[in-house]
């Protein structure tokens, strides 16, 4: 009877531990074949940063921008009527057609408030630091 007990707690002790040895058994690592190994991207920075505003639903996004000296802006028109890019100073000033784009380079530091003549309701701000 006594040896009894023993196998039946031996027996139980040994599916435990197959258990548990299969639980704790790692998934095997299959490396994925095709992908190199390196996938950081190319650390060469743009020579001059590129920002673009949106004219979408007359309006200027984003209204504000504030960015570095050098920086040029891309303004994209996504209505289907035609607005402008006119500076309050008349330091620049671009009309832009349907999916036109209007380009302006910031090459001086100050605060550029700019609107569209055809709407005049639409006011953007460029803050150049
Ligand atoms: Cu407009």
């Known amino acids: ?28 690592v299959t490396p994925s074949p095709g992908l190199p190994e390196d996938l950081t991207p ?15 639903g007359f309006a200027f996004k984003p209204e504000t921008l504030t960015i570095p000296v050098g920086t040029t802006i891309t303004w994209h028109n996504k209505d289907s009527v035609p607005h402008t890019v006119t500076s309050r100073e008349n330091t620049f000033d671009g009309g832009v057609s349907y999916n036109d ?25 460029v803050v150049v630091e």
């Open 1 to 28: 009877m006594k040896n009894r007990m023993l196998l039946i707690v031996l027996s139980l002790i040994s599916v435990v531990a197959i258990l548990f040895a299969s639980c704790g058994k790692p998934a095997p």
């Open 42 to 56: 190319d650390a060469t920075p743009p020579t001059e940063p590129v920002t673009e505003v949106d004219i979408e």
């Open 101 to 125: 784009t209007y380009t302006y380079t910031f090459k001086q530091r100050g605060t550029f408030e700019y609107f569209c003549t055809i709407h005049p309701f639409m006011e953007g701000k």
